[in-house]
């Protein structure tokens, strides 16, 4: 007889639950030590606090959308090559 399966550990429910926190904790370190450097901004919106995380989350975003929208313009049908 085979014994059960074991699913990975990564794959898990638990695990998986606690990676999500332990990820989201180190992104809220990570924004709060921008508190204790020092910035060379040089335009006006880069003094706001956590100003990296959230425009680099904006640029994720449109990046996504971008190419969403460049996967409906270049689709081709299923039969594009078919004669």
């Known amino acids: 007889m085979s014994e ?3 699913d990975h550990w990564l794959v898990r429910p638990g695990t998986v639950r606690v990676l999500w926190g332990a990820f989201a904790a180190l992104l809220a370190l990570t924004v709060l030590a921008d508190l204790f450097v020092e910035h060379y901004n040089h335009f006006g919106i880069e003094d706001g606090f956590g100003f990296g995380a959230w425009f680099g989350f904006a640029v994720c975003v449109v990046l996504v959308a971008g190419s969403k929208l460049l996967g ?7 039969t594009y090559y078919d004669d």
């Open 4 to 6: 059960p399966r074991q």
């Open 72 to 78: 409906l313009v270049l689709k081709r049908p299923d």
